[in-house]
């Protein structure tokens, strides 16, 4: 039984350690870039114009979306739709 629980411990250990946030640049049509870095399947972090945004991830039809209350942040393939505080500017992957 000992054997069984530690076996299951650090199984769950190593499946937590090998979740790694993945990162994705994008150049925007103001000349901005905009980092976007996806720490687990919920979450993300926004890095744009010297500011990270803390966002959740949303329920989509097609794209992967994130936002929070001033961000919004939708991907489909290799091209981006981020409006903040209501300002639209479409990007595009690097």
Same mark, same amino acid.
């Given at each position: 039984?000992? =054997? ?14 090998? $979740?790694? /946030?993945? !990162?994705?640049?994008?150049?925007? &049509?103001?000349? $901005?870039? /905009? ?5 687990? /399947? $919920?979450? /993300? !972090?926004?890095?744009?114009?010297? =500011?990270?945004?803390?966002? !959740? ?5 097609? &794209?992967? =979306?994130?936002?929070?209350? #001033?961000?919004?942040?939708? !991907?489909? $393939?290799? #091209? ?5 505080? &209501?300002? =639209?500017?479409?990007?595009?992957? #690097?």
């Amino acid at each position: 039984m000992y =054997k069984m629980i530690l076996f299951t411990i650090s199984l769950l250990t190593i499946s937590a350690c090998s $979740e790694k /946030a993945h !990162t994705n640049v994008y150049s925007c &049509g103001n000349q $901005e870039m /905009a980092t976007i870095i996806s720490h687990d /399947a $919920e979450s /993300a !972090t926004l890095q744009y114009i010297n =500011k990270d945004y803390q966002l !959740t991830r949303q329920r989509s039809a097609s &794209g992967v =979306k994130f936002n929070s209350e #001033e961000v919004l942040f939708w !991907t489909k $393939e290799n #091209e981006a739709v981020l409006i903040i505080d &209501g300002d =639209k500017v479409h990007c595009i992957i #690097e």
